[in-house]
Every structure is written in structure tokens, then in C-alpha cells.
């Protein structure tokens, strides 16, 4: 997974609840993506970074926000889980935005119940 | 995730067959295209790329092909084995923010 981890994997939290899902990589790559992936839908942008303390919003950014403080960790907050966030959250990472290739992460599995 | 492959359009072939997955983008625009595959429980993986001032691209065992005419991508895997078995979908640049947009996919299916 081209040195990208991703915290926790697995997650199951309660309507209403703050949950903070961690990006970590080693590429020292500038730009840094969350999306996430449902049935039906293809991945979604979400928000990404384009440098330390640099972020904007995706197609789907609602009840998302998003810090990056260091070059390597970008973390995705829900700051009042809601069901419809139920969802597989992954990271990616890519030297520049548009025209080149983005590594993904394992994945976060998040249940919202 | 597990539940990626579910609705998707699936193609079923025999092993040691060459397999064609097809993709429709959206923006003529687009001036880079990305092939991923995903297996169960696992992120995307990167295949191939191609850009737009080219029609075809030959990686190991995978090529891809784009016409621009139609906005069409393709897929081809040769001698296809049941590790190819999984679900691939195609990236663009066709975003507003010169983002990638992503298509659904098409779950692999590989009869040994």
C-alpha cells in the first residue's frame, strides 16, 4: 500500500459521537486525499490537503473536516457521526494533483449505529 | 471494502482467457486516465495510467486502450489467472478541481 497506514481499521461508534480516522504515509508525498466508497457509488472525494495546514473540500464534504500539521498525517474528523456516514473511509496520496497516479491505503470500515 | 463488488456489472471468464473491462468517461476534457483494481477487504490498486495524447499503453500482462472519439477506455488483461479475480474501475481528470472522479467498476470474476 505504498507506505500508507491508516487508524483504527475498524471502527463501530454511536449516532452523535466525534471519531477521528488517521492517514499516516512515508512517501513524503505533498498531496493527501480522503474519500470514501459505498455500494452503488465510485470513490468520492471528501476533502484533501495539498501541503501542511493546506485543505479543501471534496464533492461530498458535509460533517467532514480535515487537519494535516505534519507532511505525513492527514486526519478525517466526523464531528457528530450520523448513520449516513457508515461507510469505508480510504486515504490516498500523490506527488501533485490531476494527472498522476494516487496510492491508496487498507481502508477504514466505519459503522455508525 | 467487502461490499464493493455488490451491483456492479460483473464479467466472468475463464482462466488463461484474455479479459476486455470497459470504462465510459464522462468529461472531454479529461487529459489523464488511471486503471485501478480492488480485491476484497483491500484498497485500489494502481494498474496503468494513459494520457490523453496517446491511444494505447502496454504494461505486464494489462493494456490499455482510449478512444477519445467515444470517450472510452479499456481494460485488457491477457491470460487472465484467478489472482486478477477482483473488481476494477477507471479515474479520470475530470474533476472540477482537476481531481480525479472515479467510476463504479466491474467485478472480475475468474473460473478456474
Known amino acids: 500500500d505504498a507506505g500508507i497506514t491508516q487508524s483504527p481499521r475498524h471502527k463501530v461508534t454511536e449516532t452523535g459521537t466525534p471519531v477521528t480516522l488517521r492517514c499516516h504515509q512515508t512517501?513524503?508525498?505533498?498531496?493527501m486525499y480522503w474519500y470514501r466508497q459505498d455500494p452503488g457509488h465510485g470513490l468520492r472525494l471528501i476533502h484533501y490537503?495539498?501541503?501542511?495546514?493546506?485543505?479543501d473540500k471534496g464533492e461530498v464534504s458535509d460533517g467532514y473536516s480535515v487537519s494535516r500539521s505534519k507532511t505525513e498525517d492527514f486526519l478525517l474528523t466526523l464531528e457528530s457521526a450520523t448513520s449516513s456516514q457508515t461507510s469505508v473511509y480510504f486515504c490516498?496520496?500523490?506527488?501533485?494533483?490531476?494527472?498522476?497516479?494516487?496510492?491508496f491505503g487498507p481502508g477504514t470500515r466505519l459503522t455508525v449505529t | 471494502g467487502e461490499n464493493v463488488g455488490l451491483h456492479l456489472p460483473t464479467l466472468s471468464v475463464q482462466e488463461g482467457d484474455n479479459s476486455i473491462i470497459n470504462c465510459a468517461y464522462s468529461?472531454?476534457?479529461?487529459?489523464?486516465f488511471i486503471w485501478y483494481k480492488q480485491e476484497s477487504g483491500k484498497g485500489p490498486q494502481f494498474i496503468i495510467d494513459?494520457?490523453?495524447?496517446?491511444d494505447k499503453r502496454q504494461g505486464q500482462r494489462v493494456t490499455v486502450l482510449l478512444n477519445k472519439t467515444v470517450k472510452h477506455l479499456s481494460l485488457q488483461i491477457a491470460a487472465t489467472q484467478p489472482g486478477d479475480s477482483a473488481v476494477y474501475f477507471c479515474?479520470?481528470?475530470?474533476?472540477?478541481?482537476?481531481?480525479?472522479?472515479f467510476g463504479k467498476g466491474t467485478k472480475l470474476s475468474v473460473k478456474p
Open positions: 490516498a496520496i500523490s506527488a501533485s494533483m490531476g494527472a498522476y497516479e494516487q496510492y
Open positions: 512517501e513524503n508525498h505533498r498531496y
Open positions: 490537503s495539498y501541503g501542511v495546514k493546506d485543505t
Open positions: 468529461n472531454s476534457a479529461s487529459d489523464y
Open positions: 494513459i494520457r490523453s495524447n496517446m
Open positions: 479515474a479520470e481528470t475530470g474533476g472540477s478541481q482537476g481531481n480525479l472522479i
